[in-house]
């Protein structure tokens, strides 16, 4: 089964890929939108997309694709952010003069670096990019920081795990693909909607589900793209495709102006 | 008047403090929280910190920070996001073969890179900084993409303005500063909180505005730092620091668990 993700091969989409679709076979994309592209195309079986981390926030542009596009969100994971020290092969510890990952990445190994002063930081686009320049430039002094999917990806040796500070760091990943398809025990409904621009517009649009007593996970709002300020609702109910989740959406779009049922699927534990 | 920003000079938060404070010094910091660190100890009179974009979404490290942090927002200014090719003196547009910019300003001129197909895009970590890559390396076939603020601090010629592909393109900015101060015409309120996890509880809280017809420009929904999948509650009410207000936030503060006003300050038009 071919799967497609955003960025190089050997990075965290990688990893939560091969964890919710084992045997499968990586498709790196430059792009989201190639991604999503490829998913529409059918050129690919599935993608798997990063949508949420629990430091660093929302994955904004997965987001307005997942509402502008025509897929369906299947399966959710959540994975543990680990970052590794990966160098070339035959180099030390001792032998590292500097470090290139994404500044994110970098940022969340401040004690790494502190604890190696003769270390310094060297921002880079990606952290399995960075991984693959250092390897593929053949560099004696010089590591990346990225996820262990890396070392195996670009035959690296990883010299330091697990050196992230929080280890509270997790990501949210998606499984999308074309059809709309619900199992039967789905407990999780993603859903985009916009309501008019009069106050208690939104408190309106909430009280379909606390009337249903139905919880939300997540709420946020996303402005619309090339409408700047005007909003779009992005939100997760714990509810699965039953006759009450049913009626209450019904019950949404009679207030709101769009609804959109991006995915109904098991939670992640 | 000294201003603190995040990242390199020539930025789009230098353009955004030069705009917002006339006259000021800025100072650079390498990272968000040494932005707020020097605001905190009076190293620096304000900050300047983007908030939101438009396209790529909210700065979320930024709304943090302003839950943390002993800080309040004076002002809110919305810039638009103008992107110049801005070359070394002396480079032409002829020899140009790379281009280095942040990764979501080359994926905003796509247009300029089909148009000039023998020009490469190169990710950097910043946009500013790419300029000053360029023109301190000394490089004869390259330039970077950034705002114009970039070309006039590192000296670069700009040889192609407004090279972005959607004009809709503005970042939200806040000027911080250390003390409680509120103008007498405020019209907006930025307020984090938290509810209790159980249904309906956003709802409730929500209730306490629509009450009163104060109206939600925005609403989001982070998770809490170190507490996965807690979320804390970011939103911008359209009103300001008169009674009816601080009514509705008295009310809020009954069921909510925690209650912060970011801000109260003169909308941006």
């Known amino acids: 089964m071919k799967v497609a993700i955003q960025g190089e091969a050997g990075s965290f989409s990688h990893e939560a890929a091969k964890r919710m679709v084992q045997g499968c076979t990586i498709v790196p994309c430059a792009r989201s939108a190639e991604v999503f592209d490829r998913v529409e195309r059918g050129s690919v079986s599935a993608a798997v997309i990063p949508i949420e981390n629990s430091l660093a926030g929302s994955v904004a542009e997965h987001f307005d694709l997942l509402l502008a596009r025509n897929v369906f969100i299947r399966q959710e994971y959540r994975l543990r952010i680990v970052h590794n020290l990966i160098a070339p092969p035959g180099v030390r510890m001792g032998d590292i003069r500097r470090v290139y990952s994404h500044p994110v990445a970098l940022d969340q190994c401040r004690d790494f670096f502190r604890k190696h002063p003769g270390i310094e930081a060297t921002p880079f686009y990606d952290t399995a990019g960075g991984v693959k320049h250092v390897i593929e430039s053949g560099l004696r002094d010089a590591a990346g920081i990225a996820g262990r999917q890396a070392a195996a990806v670009y035959k690296g040796r990883t010299l330091a795990a697990g050196i992230e500070d929080d280890k509270r760091n997790f990501t949210r990943f998606f499984l999308i ?58 939100a997760d109910l714990l509810c699965g495709d039953d006759k009450v989740a049913r009626n209450a959406l019904r019950h949404l779009a009679e207030s709101a102006s769009l609804v959109k049922v991006l995915g109904v699927y098991l939670a992640a534990r």
């Open 177 to 234: 693909r074309k059809g709309r398809h619900i199992v039967p025990d789905a407990n999780k409904t993603s859903i985009a909607f916009t309501v008019r621009n009069v106050p208690g517009a939104l408190f309106k649009a909430l009280s379909v589900f606390a009337l249903r007593e139905i919880s939300l996970a997540k709420i946020e709002s996303r402005p619309m793209r090339g409408r700047p300020w005007e909003y779009v609702f992005y």
